[in-house]
């Protein structure tokens, strides 16, 4: 773990260049360049806002802005689209990278932080985004915003848990690479991001408790719908279980580089 | 202190019965049903700092792996490698180029890669630059870049710090001659400061150039390990032996009746060193220099006419033989090589204690030095000169010295004796 961190120190400038060139590479040849990764989200939330908000503005509660179903969308968005495309993208790192890993001898573990790093960078974009939009609905927001540091950190470490585990044995198991865009298929619709949650029967209510999504697009809502302080105590157990699979995924990181390069 | 030791190294791959027992291997569980297939095994040997170290091999000998092993990209399965100091290795060039970023953001994000830090970096980017010779196309996208440009750009960063071992895999036969030179000067020059090469190629002209020792690599094993031209040889013989044996192996599958006498020919084949004889084919080859009257030379001047006589005695009989030779520089650069089958001629069939003999009449416009001559005996040519059997063939069978008189003044290997014509127009 040590060697990794140090590993990782050497290479500072190396990851950063890294996050810097793929943000480049990505919008090279753009008119519109960055514009489209925040494009991309919003018109998601528009098209979800203007096919269902009719239908489930009015079961939104406690909130009496004609916007609220937008404004409870986008806060769902930001937090679910950090979670999937981290695990999107640390599911295939390693097959994409097999060349790489192959010729050169580098710290693996700035890969997947180069993910981590630019992933986040989308985030915040479609963060700042957000925020604008919010201010043409004439929806205000308070210090409770703070409360998306320790959140999206908190995300960061479940999303990287997750992808690293899957990654590592997509290597070896190349069907997890196809099973799992399925499953988050299935959370997005699993996870209270397009609809609110009372609309789920009350007695299959306490099943959601078991997607480890659902406490933090909980508390983004709490945070960007209702600015009120997360539910602390809700979040508690879900900051356990990320941080074992974050564990676990390092450990299997590591136990598993060597045999990575002699499979790819 | 040597700068790199290797102990008893080896590397093998496991296949597992189910991926699910390699995954219960991780969290300490032993698993059934583990199939370990060793391609590298018991290698051994130092290296001091400064030496130049070839490997030659067939494909698939274990070179590769054995480099890898060495800059750490694959984990020893046992055994261990001890570097005492910094390796760059130009494996594949421009590996990891990003097409649409230019070529001065793919300097940087390379060097990065190879482990340098920012100002380091930015320190040698003039000189890297100045390096690759491509002009304002340094801050253009990769993507506009001709290969040739693509390749001067990344041997320049590959190269660009001076590390304490360089590792180089067949990555010099790249580019444009003019680059090529460039690049073997700059490994000459790292060679003078103390840098410790270790060059992996086909091109045995390469490593007798640069290399004092080398390592042959055969079925994951270190085979020879001397000074390089002696490592050259037996590589040579090898192949050579390897030719035979598949020519003879692919016959027997066409025709069962031949098996026991393709069997008694491998088995009389003889390698020793640089010479390779099928001992109940040839009893005896000779080869002589004549000049024009046919006398006997051990020299001839350059662009005097010379005749290389070479006689067969065989000791069987074979229905399409043929026989070539071949002319090396000192270094072992082929200058020229032919046989009978690729000028076209039938020797037509001989039959046992037969005595054939060929001459091959020129003017020798080779420039002034040794030069050592192969000679080739082979049965049933095929293809752009190829052969089934190989009968005989000599790396080195004799040396003729050429000389250079005062009166012909000229540079080089080869005179090419041109026609000069002058103009001089005034209008």
Not at chain 2, 90 to 107: A, K, S, W
Not at chain 2, 305 to 332: C, Y
Request: proline letters at 3%.
């Amino acid at each position: 773990m040590l060697g990794m961190m140090r590993g990782l120190w050497l290479y500072r400038h190396f990851v950063l260049s890294s996050i810097r060139n793929e943000q480049r590479s990505r919008f090279a040849r753009s008119k519109l360049g960055v514009l489209w990764m925040v494009l991309n989200p919003l018109a998601q939330v528009a098209i979800y806002a203007l096919i269902l908000s009719n239908v489930l503005s009015a079961k939104l509660p406690g909130i009496e802005s004609q916007y609220a179903y937008a404004i409870y969308l986008m806060a769902g968005l930001l937090a679910w689209n950090l979670f999937s495309e981290i695990v999107s993208r640390c599911l295939t790192l390693f097959i994409s990278q097999g060349a790489l890993m192959k010729k050169i001898s580098f710290p693996r573990i700035t890969m997947p932080t180069i993910v981590v790093g630019s992933c986040l960078i989308n985030n915040l974009l479609l963060f700042l985004s957000m925020l604008g939009v919010f201010t043409l609905l004439g929806h205000s927001l308070s210090f409770t915003l703070l409360w998306l540091f320790p959140l999206t950190l908190n995300v960061v470490m479940l999303a990287v848990g997750v992808g690293l585990i899957l990654g590592v044995l997509n290597v070896f198991i190349r069907d997890i690479g196809q099973v799992v865009p399925i499953i988050l298929q299935m959370g997005f619709w699993f996870t209270p991001v397009v609809y609110p949650i009372n609309i789920i029967p009350e007695e299959y209510r306490h099943l959601l408790e078991f997607n480890p999504m659902y406490a933090f697009t909980n508390a983004y809502h709490q945070i960007l719908v209702y600015q009120t302080t997360p539910d602390l105590l809700h979040l508690v157990p879900i900051i356990g279980v990320s941080l074992l699979l974050l564990l676990l995924g390092l450990f299997l990181f590591r136990r598993s580089s060597a045999e990575m390069v002699d499979v790819l | 202190m040597s700068i790199l030791s290797i102990k008893n190294l080896g590397k093998s791959y496991r296949s597992y019965s189910s991926e699910w027992k390699r995954i219960a291997r991780w969290f300490g569980l032993t698993a059934q049903g583990v199939d370990e297939h060793w391609v590298l095994r018991h290698i051994n040997f130092d290296i001091q700092p400064g030496e130049a170290i070839g490997v030659v091999g067939q494909n698939g000998a274990g070179k590769s792996t054995l480099l890898k092993m060495i800059t750490g990209v694959l984990e020893p399965s046992e055994g261990e490698v001890q570097v005492n100091g910094r390796i760059a290795a130009i494996l594949e060039l421009g590996m990891g180029f990003n097409p649409d970023l230019t070529g001065r953001q793919n300097v940087i994000h390379s060097a990065g890669l190879m482990g340098y830090s920012h100002e380091q970096i930015f320190r040698a980017l003039p000189e890297i630059e100045k390096f690759a010779e491509i002009g304002d196309y340094f801050d253009a996208p990769v993507r506009t870049y001709s290969s040739g440009m693509q390749v001067r750009v990344a041997f320049s960063v590959a190269t660009a710090f001076r590390p304490d071992i360089l590792i180089v895999d067949e990555a010099l036969s790249v580019g444009d001659s003019y680059f090529q030179v460039k690049c073997i000067n700059r490994i000459k020059k790292f060679l003078e400061e103390g840098t410790t090469l270790f060059l992996v190629s086909h091109d045995v002209g390469a490593i007798k150039t640069l290399c004092q020792r080398a390592l042959l690599v055969d079925a994951g094993r270190i085979i020879l390990d001397a000074d390089a031209l002696s490592v050259i040889k037996l590589h040579q013989s090898l192949m050579l032996k390897k030719e035979n044996d598949t020519n003879q192996s692919s016959r027997i599958k066409k025709n069962t009746r031949n098996i026991s006498q393709a069997e008694k020919l491998t088995d009389d084949l003889q390698v020793s060193g640089d010479v390779l004889v099928v001992k109940e084919a040839i009893e005896a080859v000779d080869i002589r220099f004549l000049d024009e009257s046919n006398r006997p030379i051990s020299y001839v001047v350059s662009g005097q006419p010379l005749t290389v006589e070479i006689s067969v005695k065989f000791k069987k009989q074979f229905h399409d033989p043929h026989i070539g030779f071949g002319i090396r520089d000192k270094n072992g650069l082929v200058i020229y090589e032919t046989n009978t089958y690729c000028m076209n001629k039938e020797l037509g069939a001989v039959q046992k204690n037969d005595r054939v003999s060929v001459s091959y009449s020129f003017d020798c416009h080779l420039g002034a030095g040794d030069f050592s001559f192969v000679v080739g005996v082979a049965n049933e040519g095929y293809g752009k000169g190829s052969f089934r059997d190989n009968l005989y063939y000599d790396h080195e069978f004799k040396v003729l010295k050429v000389l250079q008189t005062g009166d012909d003044i000229w540079a080089g290997f080869f005179n090419l004796c041109p026609k000069l014509k002058i103009n001089i127009a005034n209008s």
